[in-house]
């Protein structure tokens, strides 16, 4: 009976976890028992035989992660506070491995969970559009929001609407695969066989996907979204090859002349595009200028200085900032989430050792990931490295000076998009037989 109930747990744990998911994303200390939900479904994977074909090499670094958790536990100094993030870390540990779980079976279901990635990430996107506090700096972008339903309803813990820089941040795990994906699709379909016809599916996705996911990023007006999302084009362009390059190549120099005949007809327009006009700059708080954030991060190392082996816990440095580090560039009114650097804020959070563990993961994702273009030959699987590393490369920039904290309500997306690429690579090293581009294009 043990046994049995063991075998039906690790195969119907998803469903477990799925159930828990409202509870995880939105919860109180009421509803805390859905924290058990991941461990329980650990457990279950430890104790079956089919162990050894579902381990990743971001185990490690996963379990220094969750081990600091647990000690950031101790450091906070209210887990009512901290508990929004650690449940959000857990939910983004169970993603991880079932999501990895399931896509490193095979070909199809490598490209099914794409497609649900790309859905789900749209999904966010659309809800986004109803949800986030859009900023009301350019006059283009209020005229695009006057035809918009605007913030048709408020996310808990989000009342006053999801912060506009958080949503770039986020469109930026999604935007550049889809677009690597979507462009592969195209370049190849011309020499795509009637058989691989059938799925269609997979470059709708992929085109509504880049499509969506650019637009939010664009409407954000997050300046350091845009100089990322370049960043992550660049990358594209650089690791793409063959039709997909071309296809990336007259697109970008389409949208360059485009951009240069604007900015050459009308400047002052292109000018408040860029920077922002008048008065819009003026309402702007110093928090959106660099004295306002090499502030934030000063305060965030004395606190690293302070705790540097637990941290201060999760969550928690937005409120002792104005006790113990006060700022006197931004009023101690202003909710400061985060540190608005990925790395500071991982060691704010979960000390030296979860910085450690949170940058050796991206260190071993993009050497798998590299270790795919070097050794697959295949089309398929090099698109799919090719639009995570351009994902990685956009968010690493805009990790330099803003962040979606570990532990945040969209942050189960990154995990997700972590465990396609360990799915990726899995795949590569086990030879899984897949169709050439010329075959047709699968993801």
Excluded at 66 to 86: E, G, N, Q, W
Excluded at 358 to 380: C, E, G, H, K
Excluded at 403 to 422: D, F, I, Q, S
């Amino acid at each position: 009976m043990k046994v049995k109930f063991i075998a039906i747990l690790d195969r119907w744990g998803w469903l477990l976890l799925l159930a828990a998911s409202p509870f995880l994303l939105f919860p109180v200390p009421s509803r805390v028992w859905a924290l058990l939900v991941v461990p329980l479904m650990f457990g279950a994977r430890l104790a079956s035989r089919s162990n050894h074909d579902r381990r990743t090499p971001l185990d490690l670094s996963i379990l220094l992660l969750a081990v600091m958790v647990l000690v950031s536990l101790y450091a906070t100094y209210d887990i009512a506070v901290s508990l929004p993030k650690i449940a959000g870390m857990v939910l983004g540990v169970g993603v991880f491995y079932e999501t990895a779980r399931y896509c490193q079976r095979s070909l199809a279901h490598l490209k099914k969970g794409v497609g649900l990635f790309l859905l789900l990430g749209s999904g966010f996107a659309g809800v986004a559009l109803l949800t986030t506090d859009w900023p009301r700096r350019l006059s283009l972008a209020v005229a695009i929001l006057s035809r918009l339903p605007q913030r048709l309803f408020a996310l808990p813990g989000a009342e006053r609407g999801v912060q506009h820089n958080e949503v770039a941040g986020t469109m930026l795990w999604i935007s550049p695969l889809a677009i690597s994906l979507a462009a592969a699709w195209w370049a190849w379909g011309w020499k795509r066989k009637p058989a691989a016809r059938g799925e269609w599916w997979v470059g709708v996705i992929a085109t509504g996907a880049a499509l969506l996911t650019t637009f939010v990023l664009i409407l954000a007006q997050s300046r350091g979204g845009w100089l990322s999302f370049g960043v992550a084009l660049l990358v594209l362009l650089v690791l793409s090859g063959g039709r997909a390059r071309n296809v990336g190549l007259v697109g970008g120099g389409v949208a360059l002349a485009a951009l240069t005949a604007l900015t050459w007809l009308i400047p002052a327009q292109m000018g408040e595009w860029i920077f922002g006009g008048v008065e819009q700059a003026a309402e702007v708080s110093s928090l959106e200028n660099l004295a306002g954030r090499l502030e934030i991060w000063s305060r965030a190392i004395y606190a690293i200085q302070d705790f540097p082996l637990t941290g201060v816990g999760m969550n928690v440095f937005r409120q002792i900032v104005p006790v113990l580090y006060p700022l006197f560039l931004i009023s101690p009114t202003f909710d400061i989430a985060h540190a608005h650097n990925t790395w500071l804020q991982a060691a704010l959070d979960l000390g030296l050792p979860g910085l450690v563990a949170y940058l050796s993961m991206w260190i071993v994702v993009v050497a798998m990931l590299i270790q795919v273009l070097r050794s697959s030959p295949d089309w398929p699987l090099r698109m799919v490295a090719v639009g995570i590393l351009s994902c990685l490369g956009g968010y690493f920039t805009y990790g330099i000076t803003d962040t979606v904290a570990l532990g945040a309500r969209p942050g189960w997306l990154w995990w997700m998009l972590m465990a396609l690429a360990a799915a990726t690579w899995k795949l590569t090293q086990a030879g899984q037989p897949m169709p050439s581009a010329a075959g047709g294009m699968s993801v």
